[in-house]
């Protein structure tokens, strides 16, 4: 999680949304974003769990600027000892923080509001010959949705997504 310094005054507000220098300082990463992407979403929307595989595998710095999602992560890499483990985690604009999300993660949200907007900064370009998605049901996940998958909006590729089984293989 990443949390800016606001400034608050008697206009509203103001932050850095996004300073390089300060991002590699804080996380000790060398990467460098070179798209960001938006959606908007409405009140149980579900989008997800999306990735790329290598060598388009994607980074991801996650932000809220309207409305409120519960943001979940699925960690891909084989060799970790957290393989096929997830996070979840809402995420509200009002909270100003932002998720950043590490290549060989899965990566998706459920819309808790109408009119929610998330941008998000990718450190690889959007490849469609390298993009996977993860089920968001898949039972070997155990992600408690609060709400039942099937009645969420999802775009017909979510609906099909990937078991885990059939995931492992991607990052080592």
């Known amino acids: 999680m990443i949390e800016p310094r606001l400034f608050h005054d008697d206009r509203g507000y103001f932050f850095e949304s996004f300073n390089e220098a300060s991002f590699r300082l804080n996380t000790g990463l060398n990467l460098t ?19 790329q595989i290598p060598p388009k595998s994607q980074a991801k710095l996650i ?3 309207t409305g409120s999602i519960l943001d979940v992560v699925v960690d891909l890499r084989q060799s970790s000892p957290t393989f ?15 998720l950043f999300v590490p290549e060989g993660f899965a990566h998706g949200f459920l819309s808790l509001e109408d009119n929610t907007l998330v941008k998000y900064k990718c450190s690889q370009y959007y490849s469609p010959d390298a993009e996977r998605c993860l ?8 992600i408690q949705w609060p709400i039942d998958w099937k009645s969420a909006f999802m775009s017909p590729k979510d609906t099909i997504g990937l078991s885990l089984k059939d995931c492992s293989d991607f990052f080592i």
């Open 135 to 142: 089920h968001v049901a898949d039972e070997s996940l155990k």
């Open 33 to 51: 974003f070179v798209q960001d992407n938006q959606s908007y979403s409405c009140k149980n929307a579900m989008r997800g769990l999306h990735f």
């Open 63 to 65: 932000q809220v600027v």
């Open 84 to 98: 096929g483990e997830h996070l979840m985690i809402e995420l509200k604009a009002s909270d100003f923080k932002f």
